[in-house]
């Protein structure tokens, strides 16, 4: 998997993307993560990404040409999925993540993921470069970058032989099969300042745990998230 983020802050998107596992996935080479810095493809000697908006209004937009130029030349003569972070983009989900994680994992696959900044990008850029739009969620942040680190942070970790243990991905929230959210967990001290581990969480009865986590797991998902079971009230 190869994927390719076009930013004017490199290091809002690469900072959170150098660590832990998926910074483990990239250093090992199962995933091939650059980070560019969009004004590289500007051809004026200020660096220029953004004007004023047509039509008036408050702000600036990011201009055209240095993403259609970066685009067309990270692409190559090759293929690549091109995504826009953008909160008016489809919502962001454990479900667009594992099929990006399936459709991206072959070493081969390319995608690449335009950051805005300002009031957004021109629209040009939307019909004429980006095959999906991806919001991480109803609010609105003052750039792509970290939208873009979210969105790769889900997908990566979802690649087979990312995670250390992958039934990790199997038994958490969100998981296929199991729309419920994952049920609490605990580790050291069994006792810590009189709150006590659950009692069958220390049995090593299996069937029992078993048991418990998907009773908490559903009294979870009432509580934090009723509309995951359809229930809104
Ligand atoms: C201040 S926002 C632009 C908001 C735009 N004026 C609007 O009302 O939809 C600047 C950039 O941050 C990124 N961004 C902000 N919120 C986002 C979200 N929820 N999901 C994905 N990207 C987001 C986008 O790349 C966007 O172009």
Redesign the pocket.
Known sequence: MKIDILTIFPNVALAPLSESIVGRAVAAGKVELSVHDLRDWTVDKHRKVDDEPYGGGPGMVMKPDPFFAAVRELRGDGQARVV??????RRFDQNIARDYARDFAAPGAHLIIL???????DHRVVEGLVDDE???????????AL?AAVFVDALVRLIPGVLGDERSADEESFAVGVPLLEAPCYTRPPDFEGRVVPEVLLSGHHGKIGEWRREMALLRTKTNRPDMLGDEA
Not at 84 to 89: A, C, K, N, V, Y
Not at 115 to 121: A, I, L
Not at 135 to 143: A, E, H, K, R
């Open positions: 826009l972070m953008t909160p008016q983009g950051c805005g900044h300002y009031e957004g990008v991806i919001s991480i969620g109803d609010y609105v942040l003052t750039n792509g939208a």
